[in-house]
């Protein structure tokens, strides 16, 4: 079977009248991350289209009890009442085709068999390397890791990867190594949807089937709209975590010669200690905002001179560039994976060595202090997004490939 990956298969045009009906699965963390965003996006784009979407889900805020997270880490491998309840919805919403975003950790791959059963074609995006990584980033210790691409998930099991409990890790990979030993990916999925070419080729490395794996962007809807000055301070938005590589940007501020403003939004484990780092280097132009609602961060992003993307893992996309670039916001982004995909050095924004807060510094200085090269490269930026970023530009190639997996299936 193939949902014809790039420049390999010629998909099926689309047919822009025909309605279908499509069953949205997602398993919401807490928070509102990149993934969630795409749903919502992708969710109303095909609604606005004239298509019937319902979207299943169950969320992690309800794993407050001792018990339920205990149940849940048991349940990792196959949830048998997260199959019923959704072989009922299946039943109910007769869908054409059913997308999943995420699954973890309480749906779980017993969605797959839930619509094999009931002969509804499945699409799967891969918004992070959870199907391949137990901790989902490729990510250990500062460093890019791959061992379990490379060989077994328990050597995550083995260096705690999952959130640093044995228990946890253990648990995550037993559901992975069983998942990888069934072939349940191979054999379920008809499409996968790979967010940059960066991330496709790592997918393949891992097993997953080239011919089945197509890259699809996200996109940014509605138009932000661009900016109209040179923006006012530099800005970070995403998770405060290890992986993001926010310890890099506050180590760049210590470094710099010229007093940028520097706004950070976001929230996460590493909070607490980075203001308490930026506090005592006595970094006072550098702001915390916390977590801000999208429509906040995205008029945040239209008043940025610049944004920063230190992520020290590949990154699957980063809708934060999308949005940059839908501002006319250039970005500095660290060197590797999808970013440096995404971002054309000395075009739409800049790049740096990953992990140097050296280089950073140098590139956040050369470009504060040269606001008509950046604005120029912000220009760039929207002219990226107008050509791949949009939902007009998106939506077909989402057609098409719904449209391929109902005529393989057919």
Wanted: a positive charge; charged letters at 20%.
């Amino acid at each position: 079977m193939s949902c014809g990956a790039p420049d390999s298969v010629a998909m099926t045009p689309p047919k822009m009248s025909d309605s279908l009906r499509i069953l949205v699965v997602q398993n919401h963390c807490i928070g509102f991350g990149g993934d969630e965003v795409v749903v919502a996006s992708e969710s109303s784009l095909l609604s606005a289209k004239g298509h019937e979407v319902s979207l299943w889900s169950v969320h992690n805020k309800n794993l407050t009890s001792l018990g339920s997270r205990i149940h849940t880490a048991l349940s990792l491998t196959y949830s048998r009442p997260s199959k019923a309840r959704l072989s009922r919805h299946i039943a109910e919403f007769r869908p054409d085709v059913m997308h999943c975003h995420n699954l973890f950790p309480r749906i779980t791959v017993s969605a797959y068999d839930a619509a094999a059963e009931a002969g509804v074609p499945i699409v799967q995006t891969l918004h992070d390397f959870r199907f391949v990584c137990i901790n989902s980033y490729l990510h250990r210790n500062g460093r890019i890791c791959e061992l379990c691409v490379a060989g077994s998930s328990y050597w995550g099991a083995l260096h705690r990867c999952y959130r640093n409990s044995w228990l946890g890790s253990l648990a995550t990979a037993r559901a992975l190594d069983l998942q990888r030993r069934a072939g349940t990916l191979q054999q379920r999925v008809g499409c996968f949807i790979a967010l940059s070419e960066l991330s496709r080729h790592r997918f393949i490395a891992a097993g997953l089937p080239g011919e089945r794996i197509v890259v699809k962007p996200n996109f940014v809807h509605p138009d932000p709209c661009t900016r109209t000055g040179n923006g006012e301070y530099a800005l970070f938005v995403g998770r405060l975590s290890p992986e993001k590589g926010v310890r890099t940007v506050v180590a760049a501020w210590k470094r710099l010669s010229t007093k940028i403003p520097l706004v950070i939004i976001g929230d996460g484990p590493e909070r607490t200690r980075l203001e308490a780092e930026a506090a005592s280097a006595g970094l006072t132009n550098v702001l915390f905002k916390g977590q801000m609602p999208r429509d906040q961060a995205l008029a945040a992003i239209n008043n940025a001179r610049f944004v920063v993307i230190s992520s020290e893992w590949y990154e699957t996309f980063c809708m934060v560039i999308a949005e940059a670039f839908a501002c006319s916001t250039p970005v500095i982004c660290s060197r590797m994976g999808a970013m440096q995909e995404l971002v054309a050095d000395g075009r739409t924004g800049l790049h740096y060595t990953p992990s140097d807060p050296d280089d950073l510094a140098r590139k956040a200085e050369w470009a504060w202090i040269h606001p008509q090269e950046m604005r120029a490269m912000g220009k760039a930026g929207r002219a990226e997004y107008e050509a791949r970023y949009t939902a007009e530009k998106n939506y077909p190639r989402l057609i098409q490939i719904y449209q391929s997996v109902l005529q393989a299936a057919s």
